[in-house]
């Protein structure tokens, strides 16, 4: 029961209209023609309180995976013609939109640049920042992804020239070559502390080199971070599955919406992401959950996209300073009310905009929001689909942002005071530019004004630390004594790596007793970065809370419920690992603070380590204790590989962990010697199996146990499955829309599978038929292959005009539901999901509600092989 995902109305009236050549440097004539024409693509649904319209349209802007927004309005597009898993260059660009008069329509338009990929915008001044795939000129084969950096100093809405790298190989080319973008780098925003944020996928990377020339290397995805002129890069957190972007609020919380494994139903987590923590896909987020930090919520499946934090007084305050989340796979920007908790938050999700296919999401400072929406464009880009809308507050009056760089110091210290954080952002980048002598001493007294807004002296605070560099450490110092900012003035002290060594370690050791979680919590990760081994015994003293426990073995833990407690203690232990602190570790067994040395050992593979822990055992008559010891001896007989680049865990990893490619090491004798010996003296021979088991150790004395084989990217021997039954079930979509593509199939097979499936009982093929749900008589004329495969595989991703499930109440108590065929001022017709119809006296309808679901469930073709897939497909798409 095939239902086509793509508004069919708006595809014939691109067809219609006939698309030629819509690519101009400079303002289209036909572009307000265009605007009026493709109108009704829009958000489908939003709050009372905005006027949300049509910015732009497909010709200008087709398949629009990210997009960013100037302080002045300007809007640039990243225009990807590639998708997601397309390998053809040469079909990406950065779109600049213009609308002169501020009546929500593009006035002129420019190719700024052209990119291929393009994941990531951000525009600061003359400099736009953007973050793509690229491929190499000899081949056309990807060979890396880049953060580079263009300018516009004559402003003529093109780059001066060509880019400048910042950071290269900031992915996996192995894997961009095989799979394309799904899983890669992805946005990109900067914080009010001038780093710029990039949500890492879980290709992860391999020698990743920023300008300086420092290489760095992350298996699996998370957030790393890099100055803007390419230097300081460093992971900021780690653990996260496929994250595409992240919000950053006026205070440096910072929020992400990523995705579990495909085979545990790639499931949307909404976490707060805290600097240095782990959050552990895919080895530690199901059976070692005590170990990392949990996601605030799982809203169930979905795909998350673009991410904006609302930080602007414009705006009502019911959706002022709210994270906000995109989900392309829901079609929906959702807010996310959280309240704070500790060091962290609780949430609440509320959706918000609906939009088809929605992929990023941004705000000038002026008060007027973009969202771009991929709008049906398949996974490999369409030229006939993509849009972009504006949003605004119905009582918002438009007030042009100025052009700062004309601006005098005192201007830009009245624009750092704004409402609005884009404000504040444009104008500390624009006094980053000016001699510091020049702008400190105003600077200052807006950071020190106790008069003024947190979010105003915040931003000062991290404006004048980029400023005044070590020379402004005695004023921030002074900050610390100040509850309202105090634990910003600490995280401006940590901030930079190459200064950390001017940084007095007593402001440190002191919050760390402070009654605020949040300043506990900032004290912690700034001990860390600053180096110093004295800090390990203050880091040492934080308590592990009752929640610090492992889940059964074998069962899942709650890595999606919040666990405000744990967060001080595992930020102390990520810093006192960064510390590499193993003899204080090591002196702290069997103290009170033996809980967490004993966790934060878990991570030193180190001989002293090792050494440590038998030495403590063996002094022990504490039989809890000696248990614990031999617990984290177990955990350390092996440790993680190195990473190469040369692998990927695929869609659906192993999550057994504590290991996903796990070796021996050095002291793994040592440590296999210690543990059968005690094995031998102990009658709970089962404790041994457990350990053996739960860490892998595969030490066969202890008993053999079934191992999982690591799963590693490799290439598909389609001829071996394509016939196997139910492998359309097992795979993730983006395998499955890999293996179409090299599978044509038997057109004859799939017209018989069209009935099998129940395909018939919901569409027609003739127009001699019944007509039922959409039209599959010329589906092949209106969608390719791809966009027919995907509308299967994912029917809720955008569902047909006129072909939405309605649920309708009916006078004598009775329900109905499925999509309408027919309707005129007297009576309904609709049919359900069996195929059966109803006709509905208009006045016997009580009530009527358009449902965002589809009525083709998911999964349909689960138990179909590849083959048998493709058979289907090449069907369809010859029905024209």
Not at 308 to 318: G, I, K, N, V
Not at 790 to 797: D, F, T, Y
Request: with cysteine.
């Amino acid at each position: 029961m095939l239902k086509i995902s793509y508004a069919i109305i708006s595809t014939f009236l691109m067809l219609l209209l006939g698309v030629t050549q819509p690519w101009s440097e400079h303002t289209s004539p036909n572009a307000e023609i265009w605007s009026r024409a493709d109108s009704l693509r829009n958000a489908s649904s939003w709050p009372a309180e905005l006027n949300i319209s049509n910015f732009a349209s497909a010709d200008l802007t087709p398949s629009p995976a990210c997009l960013a927004v100037a302080p002045t309005g300007e809007v640039y597009v990243g225009v990807d013609m590639i998708g997601s898993l397309g390998k053809k260059p040469g079909n990406g660009r950065i779109v600049k939109l213009v609308d002169t008069n501020n009546d929500g329509k593009v006035d002129k338009h420019t190719v700024y640049a052209s990119v291929d990929n393009p994941r990531g915008i951000l525009s600061v001044g003359d400099k736009l920042y953007v973050l793509h795939t690229v491929f190499s000129k000899e081949t056309g084969i990807a060979s890396g992804m880049d953060l580079v950096v263009f300018e516009d100093k004559n402003q003529d809405g093109v780059a001066d020239g060509p880019s400048s790298p910042l950071i290269e190989h900031v992915s996996s080319p192995k894997f961009l070559q095989s799979r394309g973008t799904d899983h890669a780098t992805n946005g990109i925003r900067m914080g009010i502390d001038g780093w710029i944020y990039i949500a890492v996928g879980d290709f992860g990377f391999h020698n990743a080199t920023d300008r300086s020339g420092k290489k760095m290397t992350m298996l699996g995805g998370g957030i790393v971070r890099v100055r803007p002129d390419g230097t300081e890069m460093e992971v900021y957190t780690h653990g996260m599955r496929n994250i595409y972007d992240v919000a950053i609020d006026p205070f440096m919380n910072i929020f992400a919406r990523g995705n579990t494994n495909d085979g545990g139903g790639w499931n949307i987590r909404f976490s707060n992401q805290i600097q240095s923590g782990e959050y552990g896909y895919p080895v530690l987020f199901k059976h070692f959950t005590d170990e990392i930090i949990p996601a605030l919520v799982d809203v169930g499946g979905g795909s998350g996209t673009g991410a904006l934090f609302m930080d602007d007084d414009t705006w009502p305050a019911q959706y002022n300073q709210v994270p906000m989340m995109a989900d392309w796979g829901r079609n929906q920007l959702y807010i996310h009310r959280v309240t704070a908790d500790g060091p962290s938050f609780t949430q609440k999700e509320e959706e918000f905009i609906k939009l088809a296919q929605i992929t990023d999401v941004d705000i000038d400072a002026s008060g007027r929001v973009y969202l771009s929406a991929w709008d049906g464009a398949g996974y490999s880009g369409n030229p006939s689909k993509g849009f972009v809308v504006r949003a605004v507050p119905k009582n918002w009056t438009y007030k042009a942002f100025p052009d700062l760089k004309k601006a005098s110091v005192k201007n830009l210290i009245t624009a750092l005071k704004s409402g609005g954080g884009a404000a504040r952002l444009a104008a500390q980048q624009e006094l980053l530019t000016r001699p510091a002598d020049k702008t400190l001493k105003s600077i200052w007294e807006v950071a020190a004004d106790t008069k003024l807004s947190k979010a105003v002296r915040v931003a000062a605070i991290f404006t004048y630390a980029q400023a005044a560099g070590t020379k402004g450490f005695d004023n921030l110092v002074k900050l610390t004594s100040d509850s309202d900012v105090k634990e910003f003035a600490l995280r401006a002290l940590a901030d930079r790596k190459p200064w950390v060594d001017a940084a007095p370690i007593a402001p440190f050791l002191q919050a760390m007793k402070d009654a605020s979680p949040r300043v506990q919590l900032v004290a912690e990760v700034g001990l860390g970065r600053l180096g110093r081994i004295e800090a390990a015994e203050e880091l040492l003293k934080v308590a592990v809370p009752a929640s610090f426990k492992a889940p059964a073995l074998g069962t899942e833990g709650p890595h999606a419920t919040p666990n405000s407690p744990i967060i001080l203690p595992h930020i102390a232990v990520r810093s006192l690992v960064s510390l590499n602190a193993v003899d204080a570790c090591v002196k702290a067994i069997g103290t009170a603070n033996s809980t967490l040395a004993l966790w934060a050992l878990r991570y030193m593979h180190d001989p002293k380590a090792v050494a440590g822990l038998i030495k403590a055992y063996e002094a022990s008559n504490d039989e809890a204790l000696k248990t614990q010891i031999l617990t984290t001896l177990s955990r350390l007989y092996k440790k993680e590989a190195d990473y190469d680049g040369s692998w990927w865990w695929s869609t659906r990893p192993d999550t057994h962990g504590p290991y996903y490619k796990a070796i021996t090491w050095e002291s793994s004798d040592t440590i296999k010697e210690f543990l059968l010996a005690e094995s031998k003296k102990m009658a709970d021979k089962q404790f041994f199996i457990d350990l053996n088991s739960r860490h892998r150790m595969e030490i066969p004395e202890f008993g053999k146990e079934e191992v999982a084989t690591v799963k590693e990217e490799v290439k598909i021997d389609l001829e071996k499955i394509k016939n196997k039954k139910g492998q359309v079930g097992e795979a993730s979509i983006e395998d499955v829309m890999l293996a179409m593509a090299k599978i044509q199939g038997d057109a004859a097979v799939g017209k018989t599978l069209f009935t099998q499936q129940g395909c018939i009982a919901c569409h027609s093929l003739s127009k001699s038929e019944t007509m039922k749900g959409p039209f599959m008589g010329q589906i092949g004329s209106i969608m390719t292959r791809e966009q027919i495969a995907e509308s299967i595989l994912k029917p809720n991703a955008s569902i047909s005009q006129g072909f939405s499930s309605v649920l309708i109440t009916a006078k004598r108590n009775k329900t109905y539901s499925g999509f309408v065929t027919e309707e005129s001022a007297s009576r309904l017709v609709l049919r359900d999901i069996t195929g059966q119809v109803y006709t509905i006296k208009t006045a016997d309808i009580i009530s009527r509600k358009e449902m965002d679901t589809s009525m083709m469930p998911a999964g349909l073709v689960n138990a179909l092989s590849y083959e048998e897939f493709a058979s289907l497909l090449t069907f369809l798409s010859q029905q024209k």
